[in-house]
């Protein structure tokens, strides 16, 4: 079992080498996220699925027995509004044949995981993966628990196994990689100060600051 280097620059992401997997964001596992603000991984989670879209990073979307725990959270299906979610009934989704042959399609080799919850829905296919030869990240902060314990056990028990966890601002960050990119830099902007929070706040105030005057009144 080979895995990419954990140091050095092929560490990091790329956008070339990515796919994403978002699992089971659902109304069911939604109402017993307690590791979280719910609403701030359904912010998270959007985020990363617009970054992924700018990057046009390969994003599969998959769902566990929907008709019983409800259709994905409508602002991510909004993101990829003519994709359908892989309807599941295996609870590790590395176990549906289809969720893998859709992320073997891909060619790409560094997987990055986001879901509900944290223990059992990115742990199980996270750990899975990995015996397939694939780097594996899970983005933590659009990924929760039933409690912050579950939550935080499930990333020790992953980083033990190899997985590195990060979050979904390192994710787009690390695809970004140079401000002079200017074709997805521009496109960065709309999405930060809409989900973004105060970082998203902080660059609105950068903006400013790049259009006020130096001289006269404004200085």
């Known amino acids: 079992m080979t895995h990419t280097a954990k140091v050095g620059l092929d560490a990091l992401l790329t956008p070339e080498e990515s ?4 699992i089971d964001h659902q109304p069911f596992q939604v109402a017993n996220l307690h590791s979280h603000e719910p609403t701030m991984i359904i912010n998270n989670t959007v985020g990363l699925a617009k970054f992924a879209k700018v990057f046009d ?7 566990v027995i929907e008709e019983r725990g409800g259709h ?3 602002a991510i299906q909004d993101v990829f509004p003519d994709q359908k979610p892989i ?3 295996s609870i590790n989704t590395w176990e549906d044949r289809r969720v893998v042959e859709a992320v073997e399609k891909t060619g790409r080799k560094k997987l990055i995981i986001a ?3 944290t223990e059992i829905c990115v742990a199980m296919p996270a750990i899975h993966a990995l015996a397939d030869g694939y780097d594996v990240f899970v983005v933590t902060d659009a990924s929760g628990g039933v409690s912050a314990e579950a939550h935080d056990m499930a990333v020790r028990r992953m980083e033990r196994a190899g997985v590195t966890p990060v979050t979904w601002l390192v994710v787009s960050s690390e695809w970004q990689r140079d401000w002079a990119r200017e074709e997805t830099a521009n496109q960065l902007g709309p999405i930060l100060f809409e989900h973004g929070g105060a970082t998203g706040v902080a660059l609105a105030w950068e903006l400013q600051l790049l259009a006020t005057p130096t001289d006269g009144a404004g200085a």
Do not use: C
């Open 19 to 22: 796919v994403l997997l978002l």
């Open 57 to 63: 990073v390969p994003t599969i979307l998959t769902t």
């Open 72 to 74: 994905l959270i409508q």
């Open 87 to 89: 309807n599941r009934t």
């Open 115 to 117: 879901g509900l919850w």
